[in-house]
């Protein structure tokens, strides 16, 4: 039985890999950044004719990653409050933490999931946030 879920809003994987695995009624994210569906485009990313970052908004990307997640959880069955446990990757924590603890505040402002802040060098894509979901699943 395959339990593979992919959305059809959230954006496209980088590599080989669902948007989401169903294990009994527990529903694991695969990593959500906030690059945008059918586009190279990432929400808050300014790059140079290389691929190098030039700028960013922290504050753009957090929005994008949350509403990414909400998409999956969406079209696997689940929803935004029935997450239980989050991994968040920041490649500046010194930078970026205080808006995107300001953020997390917002959009978990009742009934908040585990969670665990760590700092990386870099991610996959230009990136600076990328979160790693575990919601229930009814």
């Keep these: 039985m395959n339990n593979s879920i992919e959305s059809s809003k959230a954006p496209e994987p980088v590599g080989l890999y669902p948007h989401a ?3 009994g009624n527990l529903l694991f994210l695969s ?4 690059r945008e569906r059918g586009t190279k485009k990432i929400t808050g990313v300014e790059l140079d004719e290389n691929g190098n970052i030039t700028s960013y908004d922290i504050e753009a990307q957090c929005h994008s ?3 990414n997640i909400k998409y999956i959880l969406e079209d696997s069955g689940s929803s935004w409050d029935k997450i239980v446990d989050v991994q968040v990757f920041l490649t500046n924590m010194k ?3 205080k808006t995107y603890n300001k953020l997390w505040a917002e959009y ?3 009934n908040p999931p585990c969670r ?4 990386i060098n870099c991610l996959p894509t230009p ?3 990328e979160l790693k979901v575990i919601a229930t699943i009814d």
């Design 65 to 67: 990653v949350f509403r």
């Design 127 to 129: 990136i600076a946030i």
């Design 116 to 119: 665990t802040t760590i700092e």
């Design 108 to 110: 978990f402002s009742e």
């Design 31 to 34: 990593g959500v950044g906030p």
């Design 21 to 23: 695995r169903r294990v």
């Design 95 to 97: 930078d970026d933490f």
